[in-house]
């Protein structure tokens, strides 16, 4: 059974251009949840989808974006990339009844 | 002001030697969770508490939620190097993390 699988795992791009994160869930998990991550800092809550549409959304700007698919999966689309976006962006999957996230590896997006 | 406050930031001990990290904040929880995550990975739930005073644990690490369910505390027993990590404090229903504490056990 794969766990949280995301890709790519690492990279890069300059100021000014955009960038699409992918997210599978783990399987039987119907709600996805991103999350960015500075070195050393605990995670910061982007927002969760459920059944393909936002439910939650944390302190980010509108540059910040997701879609889920039919099939669960999710995709986090960054515009406008600014250097404090350099960060770990984890995606986690959960039941919508339950409160136990599993967490992907991460990609590692730096901006130059 | 951060919701989930954590100390200590860092810690560094020998392999053999007990410890505590603490999750504190001014706002009462229905339930806090702890994490693990180690370098290059995702978090790793450990735990979940959600009765005031309860103690759980799992084999040498023992997690307490406070009385007025504002707070917990994380103890490990004879670290070992394998408990190296970033320890997380979580408030799941806000999809709030706690600052971290970053731990490492040298052998």
């Known amino acids: 059974d794969a766990g949280v699988t995301q890709s790519p795992t690492h990279l890069i791009k300059t100021r000014g251009q955009q960038v699409t994160l992918r997210c599978s869930p783990k399987?039987?998990?119907?709600?996805v949840s991103w999350y960015q991550q500075a070195l050393g800092q605990g995670p910061q809550f982007i927002f969760q989808?459920?059944?393909?549409?936002?439910?939650q959304r944390g302190n980010f700007p509108d540059r910040f974006s997701g879609h889920q698919f039919p099939n669960y999966s999710s995709e986090l689309n960054v515009n406008a990339l600014l250097l404090g976006d350099s960060a770990l962006y984890l995606c986690a999957s959960s039941r919508r009844t339950e409160g136990k996230l599993f967490f992907g590896s991460g990609t590692q997006l730096s901006v130059l | 002001t951060q919701l989930l406050e954590q100390s200590p930031q860092f810690l560094s001990i020998q392999e053999g030697e007990n410890l505590t990290v603490y999750c504190n904040s001014s706002?009462?929880?229905?339930?806090l969770q702890w994490y693990r995550q180690e370098p290059g990975e995702g978090p790793v739930l450990l735990v979940t508490?959600?009765?005031?005073?309860e103690v759980k644990k799992l084999k040498r690490l023992t997690f307490q939620f406070g009385d007025a369910r504002k707070d917990s505390s994380l103890h490990i027993t004879a670290a070992q190097p394998g408990d190296t990590g970033l320890y997380l404090c979580?408030?799941?229903?806000?999809?709030?993390f706690g600052t971290g504490t970053s731990l490492t056990v040298i052998p």
């Open positions: 399987s039987g998990h119907d709600t």
């Open positions: 979580a408030a799941p229903r806000q999809f709030y």
């Open positions: 989808y459920y059944e393909e549409e936002e439910r």
């Open positions: 706002s009462v929880f229905s339930s």
């Open positions: 508490v959600v009765t005031g005073g």
